[in-house]
C-alpha cells in the first residue's frame, strides 16, 4: 500500500507543479508578445518622430521621402489641423474625413477612433499632426485604475498564485484518491502474487483489464508452482525409493563380503579381496544416504528437529569420535575453542549439524590419503558463531572453490562430491553462510558462520 | 537359559535370502535357536507359539508394517525388539525407539555391528549382573591399584586412599573408555548429571586432586592424559 500512496503523493506534486508551469509560462509567453508588438508599432516610428518628417519648405509642407514610406508601409494617412481646427496639410485622406473640426471633434477622436480609424496625435507648434491607421487593426482602449490596487499588487499577485496552487491541489487531490482506491486491490493483488497467494481481483470498473491481467498472471503461477512442487515431490520420493530399495541387497554384498573377509580358512588374497567389496559397499551406502539427505535438503522436504545446540561440546564429541576409532596415526586433530564461546548455544538440528562437521573432516582425510593435520576453531562473532575447519593438505582446486561459494552450484563446473554440498544445504537450512577457500599456507578452509541465540 | 547364546531369536523379514545371511552369521557367533518369518501373519504365529527372547524386525513387510507388530507384541511380550531397517530417516528411528524397541540398526549393516547390538540387548535384559565380572572392576596404573568396587587407590607402599565420589564417577568413566578420549561434557554429565560446561573449572580441581591420588608425578602425568581442548584420557592400564 506504501508504494500506491507514494505513486499518488507523487501525482498531486507534479499536478500542482503543471498548474503552476503552465501559469508561468502564460504570464511570459503574454508579455514578450505585448512587448514586441509595441516596439514595432511605437518604439520603431513613435508618432512624434514621423511627425517631425513633415517640415515647412519655402512656404509650403514637404514630407520627407523616408517618413512618407512609414506612413504608406504601416499607417493609412496624415493630416496636419491648425490651431482653428482646418486641415492645412494631408497626405492619403479618405474622403469621408471631413477638412474641418470642432474643438469637440477633435477632443473625441484624439482619444479612439476617427470614423473606424485608429487615430495617434502629435502637438506640433504649428497645430496638431494627426496619423490614421488601419481600419481594425489596433484596439485602443484608456485603462484606468484605483491607484489602490497597484499599491497592494504584491499582496494580490502571490496571493492568486496560492489560491491556484491550492485549487489545484484540491482537484489533484480528488482525482489522485479515486485512483488510489481503484489502484489498491490492485496492488494488493500483485503483493500477493510475490507472496505466492492466489489471487481473484474484481474485474468490474476504470482498471478491469489490468485487473483481468493480474488474475490471469496469478493463476499462471500458482498453477507453476504446483507443477514444480509436484515434480520435486516426485523426484525427492523416487530418490528416497531407489535409497531405500537399494539398501536390502547391499546388506547381503556387505554382509557375506564381511563374512568371507573374517574367515579364517580362506587365503589371504581372497580375504583381502572380500575386504575391498565390504568397503566399497560401505562407500556405496554412504553414498545412497548422502544422496538421499541432498535431495531432501535441496527441496526442503528434510524437517529440522530445532533445539538448542552447544556447539562446542559438538565439536568435542565429533572430534573425540573420530580420535578414538574413525581415524588412524596418519591424521590427527587439533581443537581451538574460543573461551567467549562456551556459554553460547544455536538453534539447529543437532544431528545435521554433526553431518556436517563430520563431512568436513571425512573430506579432508579423504583427500589426502597420506595424512594431515585438521585444526577446528570455534570463535564467536556476535550475532553469528564461527566454526572453522582446516587442514594442511593438498587444498581445494581453484574452479572448485569458485563452484562452491555461489549460491547455487554451477553444473558446468567442477563437481565436489556430495559431502560437501550437503554442508553447504545444512548451513544454509541453519540461516547461516559458508565460505570454502585456500589457505596461504597451504590446505583448506571451510568457514561456516551460523547464527548465535540471542539472550 | 544359561547364557544369552540360549536365547530363541525371531527373524522377520520378506527377504528370504536377508534372513538365511542373519541366520548364518548368528549361527556361526554361537546362537543355538534361530527362527524365521517372511511376514506378520507368519511372524505372529511364530510370536504365540515359539515364544521367542528377542526379535529381529523389519520395518517394511508384505502385509503389514514392523511398527504395528511391535505394537501389538507389547501387549503380551516385553521381549527385547532389534528393528533392522532399510528405512533410514531419523524419524523412522525414533518412532521404532519411542514404541519400545531396544535398538535401530538401518541396513546394509556390517555382521559385526549386528552382533554387537544383539548381544548388549541380550545381556541388558536378561543377564544385567553378570556384565562385568568383579575382577574386572579392579586394575593397576603401574603400581597403583584401583578397586572400582570399594572405591579405594592402594599405592606400592601399602598406602590407602578413598576416591570422593566425583573423583569416583571420572575415574569410572575413563576406566570404561580406556585408551579413549572422554569429552569434557562426558565426564561433566558423569559426575553432576549435566553436561553444561560451566562445571569445567571444578572438573580441572578434580582431575588435579585425581592425579594426585594415582600418578607418581602428578606435574607430568603418565596415565590420566589431557587431550587440549577435547577431554581427558586413560591409559596405561593392566590388571594383574
Known amino acids: 500500500m506504501k508504494s500506491v500512496m507514494r505513486i499518488i503523493s507523487r501525482y498531486l506534486v507534479s499536478a500542482v507543479g503543471v498548474a503552476l508551469i503552465l501559469l508561468a509560462v502564460n504570464f511570459v509567453v503574454f508579455f514578450i508578445y505585448m512587448f514586441q508588438l509595441n516596439s514595432i508599432e511605437q518604439v520603431e516610428y513613435p508618432v512624434s518622430q514621423i511627425a517631425e518628417g513633415l517640415t515647412v519648405q519655402n512656404g509650403a509642407y514637404q514630407l520627407s521621402d523616408t517618413t512618407e514610406k512609414i506612413i504608406e508601409g504601416n499607417y493609412q494617412w496624415a493630416m496636419l489641423l491648425d490651431d482653428a481646427g482646418k486641415v492645412i496639410w494631408s497626405l492619403n485622406l479618405p474622403a469621408e474625413i471631413p477638412q474641418k473640426f470642432t474643438v469637440p471633434e477633435v477632443a473625441s477622436f484624439s482619444r479612439w477612433y476617427l470614423d473606424d480609424y485608429p487615430v495617434y496625435v502629435w502637438r506640433r507648434p504649428d497645430g496638431l499632426f494627426v496619423l490614421g491607421g488601419r481600419v481594425d487593426s489596433v484596439w485602443k482602449y484608456n485603462i484606468e485604475y484605483q491607484m489602490v490596487v497597484f499599491d497592494k499588487i504584491f499582496i494580490w499577485i502571490p496571493l492568486v498564485l496560492l489560491i491556484n496552487t491550492l485549487l489545484a491541489f484540491a482537484i489533484a487531490l ?64 523416487w530418490i528416497a525409493a531407489i535409497s531405500h530399495d537399494i539398501r536390502t541387497p547391499l546388506s547381503l554384498v556387505m554382509g ?64 573425540a569420535d573420530f580420535l578414538n576409532g574413525m581415524m588412524d596415526e596418519r591424521y590427527t586433530i587439533d581443537v581451538e575453542i574460543d573461551e567467549n564461546t562456551q556459554d553460547e548455544t544455536i538453534t539447529g538440528d543437532e544431528e545435521l549439524l554433526t553431518r556436517a562437521v563430520s563431512n568436513l573432516i571425512t573430506n579432508s582425510m579423504q583427500h589426502n590419503p ?81 547464527p548465535l541465540d540471542m539472550g | 537359559m544359561e547364557t544369552i547364546f540360549d536365547c530363541k531369536i525371531l527373524i522377520v523379514d520378506d527377504e528370504p535370502e536377508l534372513c538365511r545371511m542373519v541366520t548364518d552369521i548368528l549361527q556361526r557367533e554361537g546362537f543355538r535357536h534361530i527362527l524365521s518369518a517372511s511376514n506378520c501373519r507368519e511372524a505372529r504365529q511364530s510370536l504365540s507359539k515359539d515364544r521367542p527372547d528377542c526379535v529381529i524386525l523389519d520395518v517394511t513387510l508384505p502385509d503389514g508394517d514392523g511398527f504395528m507388530l511391535l505394537r501389538e ?100 568413566k575413563l576406566y570404561e573408555n580406556t585408551g579413549k578420549i572422554v569429552t569434557i561434557e562426558n565426564l561433566c554429565h558423569a559426575a553432576w548429571g549435566d553436561n553444561v560446561y560451566r562445571y569445567e573449572n571444578s572438573l580441572m580441581v578434580h582431575i588435579r586432586r585425581l592425579r594426585e591420588k594415582i600418578e607418581v608425578d602428578p606435574s607430568a602425568p603418565r596415565y590420566l592424559l589431557t587431550v587440549r581442548g577435547l577431554g581427558y584420557k586413560l591409559v596405561g592400564v593392566t590388571k594383574k
Not at chain 1, 227 to 236: C, S, Y
Not at chain 2, 105 to 126: D, S
Request: hydrophobic share 40%; aromatic share 6%.
Open chain 1, 174 to 237: 480528488v482525482f489522485g484518491l479515486r485512483l488510489y482506491h481503484s489502484l489498491k486491490p490492485l496492488a494488493g493483488g500483485i503483493r500477493d502474487m510475490s507472496e505466492k497467494k492466489a489471487v481473484k481481483l474484481s474485474t468490474k470498473g476504470l482498471l478491469g483489464e489490468l485487473a483481468a491481467g493480474i488474475n490471469k498472471a496469478s493463476a499462471h503461477l500458482v498453477e507453476q508452482d504446483i507443477a514444480l512442487d509436484k515434480r520435486d515431490n516426485a523426484r525427492t520420493k
Open chain 2, 73 to 172: 507384541m507389547r501387549a503380551d511380550s516385553s521381549a527385547p525388539v532389534l528393528f533392522l531397517s532399510a528405512r533410514d530417516e531419523d524419524q523412522n528411528r525414533l518412532l521404532g525407539l519411542g514404541l519400545g524397541a531396544d535398538d535401530y540398526i538401518t541396513k546394509p549393516f556390517l555382521p559385526l555391528e549386528l552382533i554387537l547390538r544383539l548381544k548388549a540387548v541380550l545381556n541388558r535384559t536378561y543377564f544385567p549382573l553378570e556384565q562385568t565380572g568383579p575382577q574386572e572392576r579392579i586394575f593397576y596404573l603401574g603400581d597403583t591399584q584401583i578397586d572400582l568396587e570399594s572405591g579405594t587407590i592402594t599405592r606400592n607402599d601399602g598406602e590407602q586412599i578413598t576416591l570422593t565420589a566425583k573423583e569416583f564417577a571420572f575415574i569410572e
Open chain 1, 256 to 319: 557375506y563380503a564381511s563374512e568371507l573377509e573374517s574367515n579364517a580358512e580362506l587365503p589371504t588374497a581372497e580375504r583381502e579381496q572380500a575386504g575391498i567389496i565390504r568397503r566399497q559397499s560401505q562407500r556405496i551406502k554412504t553414498l545412497v544416504s548422502d544422496l538421499n539427505l541432498a535431495s531432501k535438503l535441496e527441496y526442503d522436504m528434510q524437517p529440522l528437529r530445532l533445539s538448542p545446540v552447544s556447539l562446542p561440546g559438538l565439536v568435542r564429541k565429533i572430534s
Open chain 1, 370 to 450: 597420506k595424512g594431515c593435520t585438521i585444526q577446528i576453531n570455534l570463535v564467536k562473532e556476535a550475532p553469528f558463531i564461527s566454526l572453522s575447519v582446516m587442514d594442511d593438505g593438498i587444498g581445494f582446486a581453484e574452479e572448485q572453490c569458485l563452484n562452491l561459494n555461489q549460491p547455487t552450484e554451477d553444473p558446468d563446473l567442477p563437481y565436489s562430491g556430495l559431502g560437501l554440498t550437503i554442508v553447504r544445504q545444512i548451513v544454509h537450512a541453519h540461516g547461516g553462510k559458508v565460505k570454502f577457500s585456500n589457505r596461504t599456507t597451504g590446505g583448506c578452509e571451510v568457514l561456516l558462520s551460523l
